[in-house]
């Protein structure tokens, strides 16, 4: 007898489970019943749509229901709202929103993959019809209609996570004066905060200003029709749009209401094969809870490579596959501006709640070999088990090549390598690509180093602690970096000195040791140990100590670098810079311009 087998949601997890399902199994009556107008749209690219990087609506559509007829005879009803699940009778009751009628469909299988919300808080004047979220493809169309039709001046977003970030570069390039509230004292939950300090740097470059620590509280309209966004309860941003992202919940409220199991979190609890505690009912996608694969903690994953995953493996198990999900580590990579942050694994703010044992490494090591044109340095964190370094997690910021690193490191993390692993695997190289000892290998390197006991690192959180106890900075770069900016209390001795300055420096100290990017300092550390001192490496070095402290610094020095190596496209610290990169960007406006013209 032919099997009916009923998907909820047509988008990532629901069509690749539909199209899988068709490919094994030829005979079975598949319906995909979707509450939206499209099916298989690339909810990721909205951003891009909103500010017309992307520039037509068609471009996001993956496919068409009538595609997925023709091709896998897979019969797609799109407007159609799954509203309730008779478990025992084994039927769903759906609204056909085109004519609004209610129906009652019958299912063998019933697969959930409605997806995620965006939480919208219940504050006062986020009804509002300027205060959008960006979900579906009709969002991103209103979004872009109200920009077009009213020509805002300034928009306020709410919440710094992957889809604020975007949201605010696409503000941003479409003119906007953009403020972005978090309440966090960072952005970008996957990083950890120095990490996340790139970021709020570079955000405030490109003129965005950024509220950290600041809840939003209400959104006023006043008189003259401007809104008025109050937070952190000391500010008040005039603005003509607001878009609030302060994340996701699971869209459980169907399973809920049937009986199924939902999870701390709010999501379908699924198990390893995406069975329900109903076994004739699967969960995938931003619905279910995925265990931490490190930490074996039920997690929300709101990410489409997941949904997409989970999409075929459930399709495999309905068709008699043994499949068993063993969870995900959870990787992500997002672009702002110039910059793209990723990450895989945990970071250390998991491992510490966590209460696991890890220990960390920073490296900044080059996109590519420094000699060829382009190459610009990264900023790279592992966190790897402190016994035998396997690695738990990794970090990257960077302008180029974060996407292949990140990529590699969440391969490392899949297949349970080490940090020593991470310095043997043999990565390509040529001159444009990386390096010879690749940024990869060399972030393995450094790793190694500390859990082979050849340095022992010490990091920004442990320095004050270590300086009560009557430790010694010594900071190992040369003169002129030295009187840039250093650490309160850093006597300065270059490395190229130190040998012959060994007699400066008292031996019954513990000698914390810096430089810019933690190699110089390893170098001096080596020497100093085998001359008898006891000396701990500034692991990521000022850079990195910067990054963590900000108001004890000018910046991050590692800014400039970039700025330089973009030919003024991202960081400047003097007016003059400035100047310089603005008269840049009008000229590459024009150019844009120009360009356009000609298509
Ligand atoms: C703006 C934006 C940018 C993103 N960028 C990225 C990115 O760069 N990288 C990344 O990994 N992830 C990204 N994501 C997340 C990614 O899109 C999701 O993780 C993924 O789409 C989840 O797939 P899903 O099948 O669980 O849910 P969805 O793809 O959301 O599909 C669920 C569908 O179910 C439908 N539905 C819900 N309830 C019912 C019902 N009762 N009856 C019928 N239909 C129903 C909904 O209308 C929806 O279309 C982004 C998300 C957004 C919104």
Redo the contacts with the bound molecule.
């Keep these: 007898m032919r099997r009916t087998i009923v998907i ?9 489970c539909a199209a899988r399902l068709r490919r094994l199994d030829e005979a079975a009556t598949i319906i995909v ?4 107008e ?2 298989s ?7 891009y749509f909103v500010s017309g990087e992307i520039a037509s609506r068609a471009k996001l559509l993956v496919t068409s229901p009538e595609r997925m007829r023709r091709r896998f005879g897979i019969d797609v009803r799109v407007r ?4 309730s699940i008779d478990r025992s009778g084994k039927t769903i009751d ?1 609204v056909d929103h085109q004519d609004g009628r209610t129906y009652r469909q019958a299912y063998d299988t019933l697969v959930l ?4 919300q ?1 939480v919208k808080p219940k504050l006062p004047g986020l009804d509002n019809p300027r205060v959008f979220c ?3 493809v009709p969002d ?1 169309e209103r979004i872009r209609r109200f920009v077009d039709q009213n020509d805002p001046r300034a928009a306020v977003v709410v919440g710094g996570g ?2 604020g970030l ?2 605010t570069e696409n503000l941003t390039h479409l003119g906007l004066r953009v403020s972005l509230l978090e309440m966090a004292n960072q952005v970008m939950p996957w990083l950890d905060r120095e990490m996340a300090e790139w970021l709020h740097q570079h955000l405030r470059f490109q003129g965005v200003e950024l509220f950290l620590n600041s809840p939003l509280e209400r959104c006023d309209e006043n008189s003259d029709g401007r809104l008025i966004v109050r937070a952190g309860g000391e500010h008040e941003i005039p603005c003509d749009l607001v878009i609030c ?1 302060i994340g ?1 919940k699971p ?1 459980s ?2 399973a809920r209401a049937a009986g199924l199991d939902i999870g701390p979190h709010g999501g379908i609890l699924a198990n390893e094969h995406f069975q329900t505690s109903d076994p004739d009912i699967y969960a ?5 809870e995925v265990e931490d694969r490190l930490t074996g903690e039920p997690r929300l ?8 995953r ?2 075929r493996l459930v399709a495999d198990h309905i068709c008699g596959k043994d499949i068993r999900y063993p969870g995900a580590f959870g990787t ?3 672009r702002i501006f110039d910059l793209a942050a990723a990450s895989t694994g945990a970071n250390e703010k998991a491992l510490k709640a966590q209460g696991l044992a890890y220990e960390k490494s920073y490296t900044h090591p080059a996109s590519h070999a420094g000699y060829y044109p382009g190459a610009v340095p990264m900023v790279m964190k592992l966190l790897f088990e402190p016994d035998g370094g396997r690695l738990l997690g990794a970090q990257i910021v960077g302008i180029d090549g974060v996407d292949k690193r990140i990529d590699v490191l969440a391969t490392a993390l899949y297949a349970g390598l080490s940090v020593s692993d991470l310095a043997a695997i043999e990565l390509s190289y040529a001159p444009q690509f990386g390096t010879g000892k690749d940024a990869v290998n060399l972030a393995g390197y450094v790793s190694e180093n500390i859990t082979d006991g050849d340095v022992q690192a010490i990091h920004t959180e442990q320095l004050d602690r270590q300086l009560q106890d009557g430790g010694r900075l010594l900071d190992v770069r040369t003169e002129a970096e030295f009187h840039r900016g250093h650490i309160d209390g850093a006597v300065n001795i270059p490395i190229d000195d130190l040998r012959s300055r060994l007699d400066e420096i008292p031996r019954q100290q513990t000698l914390l040791v810096y430089c810019l990017t933690g190699i110089r300092s390893y170098y001096a550390c080596r020497i100093l140990r085998q001359s008898g001192f006891d000396a701990l490496n500034f692991s990521g070095g000022y850079m990195v100590y910067c990054a963590a402290e900000p108001s004890r610094c000018k910046g991050i020095p590692g800014l400039r670098r970039w700025k330089r190596t973009l030919a003024m496209e991202t960081f400047c610290s003097t007016p003059e810079e400035r100047q310089i990169l603005e008269n840049h960007s009008a000229r590459r406006r024009l150019q844009e311009q120009e360009d356009h013209a000609v298509d």
């Design positions: 909820v949601g047509g988008v990532a997890g629901g069509a690749s019943l979707e509450r939206g499209y099916i749209f690339a909810n990721c690219g909205l951003p159609h709202e799954v509203i759906v993959s409605p997806g995620a965006p960006l979900r579906t991103a992957a889809i975007e949201m992202s996701v869209e409220g169907l995938i996608g931003d619905v279910i994953m709101p990410l489409a490579n997941l949904a997409n989970q999409g992500g990579i997002v």
